[in-house]
C-alpha cells in the first residue's frame, strides 16, 4: 500500500508489533485451505437445510420466514468469501487460478462484479480515512443525518444506492477494468434473473418469492446494513488506530452469522489474516486496544446510536 493508510499506520505499527509477538503473528498468517472449504460447506448446508424447510413447511409462515432469513444472510456471506479472495487467503499461493475461480463465483448470489468489488475494496484499504478518496465513505455512506435515508439502506432501495456509488466509483477506472466490471453486472444480472425465472417456472411464484426475491432483496439489505455499521461509523478522527469500530466478540452469534467479518478493525491491521483467524487476533491485540482507549461495541448499540441518536457516519459516537 502506499496512500493514506499505510502512511497513518505508520504511527501505531510498533505498538502493534510489541503487543503480537512476531510467532504469533506467523501463525495467525498461516492460510488453511481445509477451513476455508469448511466453512464453505457449513454454508451450503445451512442453505440446504433452510430451502428444504420452505419446500416442506413452505405454508407455515413461522416456519418459512426464518428459513427466507437465514438464506438472505447466506447470500450476504458470499460477499464475506469474496473478501477473503481479494485478499487472497483462500490458499497459499497468492496467484493461484483458486482465487480468480472462486471470486466470480462467490460473486454470484450477491449479484457483484468480482473486478468491481476488488478493486472497490483494495482502494477502500489504501485510502481509509479520506472523504473522497476511499470509495466507501466518499460514495456509499450517508452523507447526512437523514433518518429516512438511512432507513432505505435497510431496504431494496440498497440496490440502486449501491450501484450508483460503484458506478461514480468507477467513473476514472481504465477502460478494459470498466468492460470486465460490464459484463460481470451482466452475468450477474443475468444468473438472479434465470434462478428467479426457473423456481416461478417450476415451483411456483410463492415458492419463487420466499425462497429469492425475500432473501436477496429484502433480507440481504438488513444483513448488509448491520455489517457496514460495525465497520467504520463509530470512529475517533482523531486517531488512526481508531478509524476501525471494535466489535464485542460474539462466539455464538455474530462470529457465525457474519464469518467474522465483525472483527473488522483487525482485519486493517493485519489484511491477510484469514478470516478463521480473527477472533484469535482480537484476543492478541486487547492490550493495543485498551492503550488507545477503544471500546467495544455491539450491534444493537450501534442500531441504537445510529438510528434513535442519529448519529453521522465516520465520527465519534462516544459521550
Known amino acids: 500500500m502506499s496512500g493514506n493508510w499505510d502512511q497513518a499506520a505508520r504511527s501505531f505499527r510498533g505498538d502493534l508489533t510489541e503487543v503480537v509477538p512476531p510467532e504469533t503473528l506467523r501463525a495467525l498468517h498461516r492460510i488453511v485451505p481445509w477451513r476455508h472449504a469448511l466453512v464453505v460447506l457449513r454454508q451450503l448446508v445451512v442453505l440446504a437445510l433452510a430451502v428444504w424447510v420452505i419446500l416442506v413447511f413452505g405454508e407455515l409462515w413461522y416456519a418459512w420466514i426464518p428459513a427466507s432469513i437465514v438464506i438472505g444472510f447466506v447470500v450476504f456471506d458470499f460477499t464475506v468469501l469474496v473478501h477473503e479472495v481479494v485478499h487472497e487467503v483462500v490458499v497459499p499461493k497468492r496467484t493461484s487460478r483458486w482465487h480468480r475461480v472462486l471470486g466470480h463465483l462467490y460473486a454470484l448470489p450477491s449479484g457483484l462484479a468480482y473486478a468491481q468489488f476488488r478493486r472497490w475494496h483494495l482502494d477502500h484499504h489504501d485510502e481509509l480515512g479520506t472523504d473522497d478518496k476511499d470509495p466507501k465513505r466518499a460514495f456509499l455512506s450517508p452523507r447526512g443525518a437523514s433518518r429516512l435515508v438511512k432507513f432505505l439502506y435497510f431496504t431494496p432501495a440498497l440496490f440502486p444506492i449501491y450501484?450508483?456509488?460503484a458506478r461514480r466509483a468507477a467513473a476514472?477506472?481504465?477502460?478494459?477494468?470498466?468492460?470486465?466490471i460490464a459484463w460481470q453486472r451482466r452475468a450477474a444480472i443475468g444468473f438472479h434473473l434465470a434462478v428467479a425465472?426457473?423456481?416461478g417456472w417450476k415451483?411456483?411464484?410463492l415458492l419463487m418469492l420466499q425462497l429469492h426475491v425475500l432473501p436477496v432483496f429484502f433480507v440481504f439489505p438488513v444483513a448488509f446494513t448491520i455489517n457496514r455499521?460495525?465497520?467504520?461509523y463509530d470512529i475517533d478522527p482523531e486517531d488512526p488506530a481508531a478509524w476501525g469500530t471494535l466489535m464485542r466478540p460474539s462466539p455464538l452469534l455474530w462470529d457465525r452469522v457474519f464469518l467474522w467479518s465483525n472483527y473488522h478493525i483487525e482485519h486493517h491491521y493485519f489484511p491477510r489474516v484469514p478470516m478463521y483467524h480473527l477472533p484469535a487476533l482480537h484476543r492478541s491485540l486487547r492490550a493495543f486496544f485498551e492503550a488507545h482507549g477503544m471500546r467495544e461495541r455491539s450491534y444493537?448499540?450501534?442500531?441504537?446510536?445510529?438510528l434513535v441518536r442519529n448519529r453521522r457516519a465516520h465520527t465519534n459516537w462516544a459521550g
Open 300 to 306: 444493537g448499540g450501534l442500531l441504537w446510536d445510529w
Open 203 to 205: 415451483l411456483g411464484w
Open 172 to 180: 476514472n477506472y481504465p477502460a478494459d477494468l470498466k468492460r470486465r
Open 163 to 165: 450501484f450508483r456509488a
Open 229 to 232: 455499521l460495525g465497520q467504520h
Open 197 to 199: 425465472g426457473l423456481l
